[in-house]
């Protein structure tokens, strides 16, 4: 049983450019959240995504934008990249139906922007 | 807005001594976990509380959740050089979005041998 995999592990980026992060939930599970987690901080979310829209977001720019599929897997697009944007970014799956349940976290995509 | 504080921010122990890490919420918390983030991994997770005075043992780890449930402890017992690793709370409220957590700034547990 797979558990959650994200892609690319490790990305560097120019300021300005654009950058896709994708993720693939565990099976089973069809919510996806995304977190941003700075070095020394907290996992801090960004959006969620549940039947292929966005259904709530966190306190982050228009920049940051995503998409779910109808496999339930899902993207993170961050445009206009800023060097406040190095960070771990973590994808976690859930179930809907299962209220409060935990987050299963992906391994994360190390972004450091330069 | 919601928020969770955490303390201590760091913790150094020598293996055998035991360590505490303190979570706390301004409003009552519909739920409260826990996860451990070893050093170069992710968050994984390890406990979920729900009722109020609410108390979860897991070997040598111990929950609690307040009667209040505005706060939250995990107790390690005569840590070992495998518990370390970043130690974090995540709380949700009443009417928030299922799956979105408000995680603390977490503890950074260093035990030495």
């Known amino acids: 049983d797979a558990g959650v995999t994200q892609s690319p592990t490790h990305l560097i980026k120019t300021r300005g450019q654009q950058v896709t992060l994708r993720c693939s939930p565990k099976?089973?599970?069809?919510?996806v959240s995304w977190y941003q987690q700075a070095l020394g901080q907290g996992p801090q979310f960004i959006f969620q995504?549940?039947?292929?829209?966005?259904?709530q977001r966190g306190n982050f720019p228009d920049r940051f934008s995503g998409h779910q599929f109808p496999n339930y897997s899902s993207e993170l697009n961050v445009n206009a990249l800023l060097l406040g944007d190095s960070a771990l970014y973590l994808c976690?799956?859930?179930?809907?139906?299962?209220?409060?349940?935990?987050?299963?976290f992906g391994n994360g995509t190390r972004l450091t922007v330069t | 807005g919601q928020q969770v504080m955490q303390i201590p921010q760091y913790q150094h122990v020598q293996e055998g001594e035991d360590f505490t890490t303190y979570c706390n919420s301004s409003t009552t918390l519909s739920n409260i976990q826990w996860y451990k983030q070893r050093p170069g991994g992710h968050p994984v997770f390890l406990i979920q509380l729900v009722k109020s005075g609410e108390v979860k043992k897991q070997k040598r780890l111990t929950f609690q959740f307040g009667e209040a449930k505005k706060n939250s402890s995990l107790h390690i017992t005569a840590t070992q050089t495998t518990d370390v690793g970043t130690y974090f709370c995540?709380?949700?409220?009443?009417?928030?979005?299922?799956?979105?957590?408000?995680f603390g700034r977490g503890t950074q547990l260093t035990v030495w041998p």
């Open positions: 995504y549940y039947e292929e829209e966005e259904r």
């Open positions: 976690a799956s859930s179930w809907r139906r299962g209220g409060d349940s935990p987050l299963h």
């Open positions: 099976s089973g599970h069809d919510t």
């Open positions: 995540a709380g949700s409220w009443r009417g928030s979005t299922l799956g979105r957590l408000y």
